[in-house]
């Protein structure tokens, strides 16, 4: 069965070959979808048949958007240490202490339902692709369980048993490190793509340089893929840890040296910001436009969590990153698109060429611009076809 979707008054494919510009944007378009993906692409008039047709009278059409980074697995509510943010207090990760409390205690259906809807808030603002992290057990049970009912909603799933080095091992992080790397490792890998590590010295709560590289080289051991929380609360050595190590993905770059930049420059790994963090505790925001000047590869994300940004929307993150970190619209679009598959090493999403999946977002808007024109404004949603 194949479906005709025109009346598509721009349509961005992300794909260079079919228009202007890194967005590859289509006027007056159409596409064809047949078994979930992509089988013709191009103008409205030169359209084949197909089996049924939808027409969207003239909404602009985008690929759905990737977020490769969001802490979905929890239980528990931190709006209070939010408003004691928003009254002076600094952010250093401590208060997820209290999720892993609330998340042990919780059972496996709170979990999953709780999950379930904050995917589903993602999907009716135009995500269809979401990297979902553990990190919130610290424990072999509960990091194993977390990835386990992660995998109910995504392929991407990625273990973060070094999130914080939890309150019964304060002062033996070198043995919460080994359980990080030896057992819970055995447990999780089965359910888990990734590995990640919060790397990130300037915390008390958080692991610092060879305790992170013991994690990942750990991770890859166990054929797993490597990401990096780096260098979100000062300069550190996560980033360049990451480029060595071959990482996919470099998450936060809040603070960034020249040497940092140089590395990502140099190397293949995608540099993910999370502006919404930035939003919720009042931090720097990262500078994009140094990145992108330096030939960065960059990607966008929500970083969703019950904690330092309990955002579930990329539109949003997409207009913060056009008003505070120097991206244009284009930029900030793709970086949340195809930016995101890079940052998952996925060429089937991100995109709308022939052949990729058919992951499309409506926007009640005749053109992308309107996601950063129009912030806090419900535009976007994903089509089922």
Partial sequence: MSTLVDGIAELVTNDATCGPGPLGVILDAALVIQDGHVAWVGRAADAPAADERTDLGGRAVIPGFVDSHAHLVFAGDRAAEFEARMSGQPYDGGGITSTVRATRA???????????????????????????????????????????????????????????????????????????TGEMLQACAPHARWIDVFCE????????????????????????????????LSLGPGVQLAVELGAASADHC???????????????TVATLLPS?????????????????AGVTVALATDCNPGSGYSSSMPFCLALAVREMGMTPA????????????????????QLRVGARADLAVLDAPSYRHLAYRPGVPLARTLEV
């Avoid at 990835?147 to 002062?171: D, F, K, M, N, S």
């Avoid at 692991?207 to 990401?227: I, K, P, Q, T, Y």
């Avoid at 963090?277 to 000047?293: G, H, K, M, N, V």
């Fill in 201 to 232: 010295p300037a915390s008390a709560h958080a692991f610092d340089a060879d305790a992170a590289r013991a994690v990942l080289e750990a991770g890859a051991r166990a054929g797993l893929g490597l990401r990096v929380h780096a260098n979100q």
């Fill in 254 to 268: 809040t603070y960034l040296g020249d040497a940092d930049v140089d590395a990502l420059a140099a190397g293949s």
């Fill in 106 to 180: 919780a059972t496996d259906q709170e979990l999953r339902s709780g999950l379930v809807r904050l995917v589903a808030e993602m999907r009716a603002q135009g995500t269809t692709t979401v990297e979902v992290k553990s990190g919130y057990g610290l424990t072999v049970a509960d990091e194993e369980r977390a990835l386990r009912i992660a995998a109910e909603v995504t392929p991407e799933t990625t273990y973060l048993g070094a999130h914080v080095v939890p309150i019964e091992y304060v002062g033996r992080a070198g043995e919460y490190v080994a359980l990080v």
């Fill in 277 to 293: 963090i930035e939003f919720s505790t009042r931090s720097p925001y990262p500078d994009a436009r140094r990145l992108l000047a």
């Fill in 331 to 350: 930029e900030a679009l793709w970086a949340g698109t195809l930016g995101g598959a890079r940052a998952l090493r996925r060429d089937d999403v991100g």
